[in-house]
């Protein structure tokens, strides 16, 4: 009975991703890392789970996990916080847990964006080995717009001399960025 409960509840949640336009296989990555990431939570003390940004339903569900002792019913729960994770905002909540004052993991994630965008496709099969929470469509998708966004300012004319005193500003890079965040995020939940 638990495994026929099981499969219905993954089924259900797989039909709540439909609408996003995802493959079932990158449906079930998503709802497994936010599951992951919703674990990691769990493991927070009450404490930091104050400061964390997550809905007060959420703090209430992660709260109801540490009571919890039967095998069956811990799963049950960590199957409801991920689903409960859907309606969170995942970058801010790994931005707390994942603070930039990391240097190592900033380097390394550096390191591999720039690897992504120079190899392409190898690097990409790479990553997704190396990080299983890694989603190959998404990463790519990622890796693309970094790359257009790359060519867009390579083929932009240069700016204007700039007067004494006065600093150029760096070009806003939100492709990249984007890029970044989603490498930290697949690197954190590899814990």
Known sequence: MSRRHSLHSVHNEIDDFEDAGLSKTEQKKAMERLQALGERLGALSTARLKKMPIS????????????????????????????????ENEDAILGVLNPLANPMLNKQMDMLAERLLTQGDPAINDAVRRYPAAERHTLRQHVRAALKEQQTLAEMPPAAPVADGETVAEPELPARRKL?????EIAALVD
Not at 59 to 84: M, P, T
């Open 56 to 87: 007060e339903t959420l703090f209430v569900a992660l709260e109801e996990l540490k009571r919890l002792k039967a095998h069956e019913a811990v799963r049950r729960h960590k199957q409801y916080i991920g689903k409960l994770m859907r309606d």
């Open 180 to 184: 970044l965040t989603y490498l930290r």
